[in-house]
């Protein structure tokens, strides 16, 4: 028998992908699915998983004291707390839900109910992101002046509710959310001061296909999050600057590139010639002048998630994703939004 037990309301791609998750972990089980779409129910049947006969009656199952809410973002609000009303403990897909207004509903029905809710931000196990956070960490690259973090595809926005609006589409709740949890995770302590972004929409009308957000960190780090979708040729997944070095992850999975001066006289440069003229500026290190490395990235175990939620409901350990962290990510997704539109830098308060 095991201690935990899961019900999982939205029964799609990701729900798919949370129970092969759960049944790598010892004390966690899934009972049973509800999701609107009969073709899903049906797909669950054929993997021998239980299908409730609707949303109410997972709800009304006493065994289950987990939900996770995987369905399209908007309804994720209206689950949850009708989750939590029920006595359920929620973990919601990203993003939580579509603005601050709704997340605080839910932290409200979190306090009224009882009941822990919490979001599945798993990017925070990438394992090219935890790589980036040690290296600012360890200090290599001397004073970092600025991070760039970018995803880059080619096809657009996928799916269908994806393209639109009212279903909280769009790549800066989609991808956004991801990329901005991490850049707000390097500097905990430290304020964001300013935020000028820029959406695109390049396939899609009604909502960005991608974003270009230009953030302004209290300790003086300049950081550009991107989500790009109609990119033939990706530009690097990470690149760090600092005063003594940089760099640079160039995809998923690939090692970190670390190029740093090793103070070898430099007097001598010599410069570019190009068809119009000539640059010591931009000319390339001498290879004498410089240390290249390459480390393989960090690991991470994605599991501990859930393992961190089981234990965060026995009273063992706190929860590594804090609803205050989601909540500043919200806030700034709401200030990408009113500067793209107003076309302005958006400053937080002091
Ligand atoms: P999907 O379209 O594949 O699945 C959503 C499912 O929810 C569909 O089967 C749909 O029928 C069902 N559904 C819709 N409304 C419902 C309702 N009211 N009650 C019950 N079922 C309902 O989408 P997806 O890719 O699985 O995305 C689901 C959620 O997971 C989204 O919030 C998305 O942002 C998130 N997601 C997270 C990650 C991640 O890495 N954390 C990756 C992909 C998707």
New binding site residues.
Partial sequence: MKKHTLAM???????GWHYDLIEKLDNLSVAGI????EQ?REYARSRQIHVYES?EALLADEQVDLVLV????D??KS?AIEAMKAGKNVIS???VTLCSADLQEMINASKQYGRFLTV?Q??RWDEDFLTVKRLMEEGTLGEVFRLESRVHGSRGIP?D?RQEAEHGGGMVL?WGVHLLDQALMFFPGVKLKRVYATLTNVTNQLVDDGFTADLGFANGIHMIVEVGTSNFISLPRWYVLGTDGTAMIEDWGENLKIVRACGADEEDVVPVRTAAGLTKTMAPRREDSIFTEERPEEKSDICDFYRNVMAVLEGREESLIKLEEVARVMRLMEAIFESAQKQQVIYFEK
């Fill in positions: 309301v939205g029964f799609g791609g990701m729900a509800w999701d609107i779409k899903r949303q995987a369905t399209p973002n309804v994720h689950i897909e990203k993003p599945h798993n990017r799916g509710w989609d």
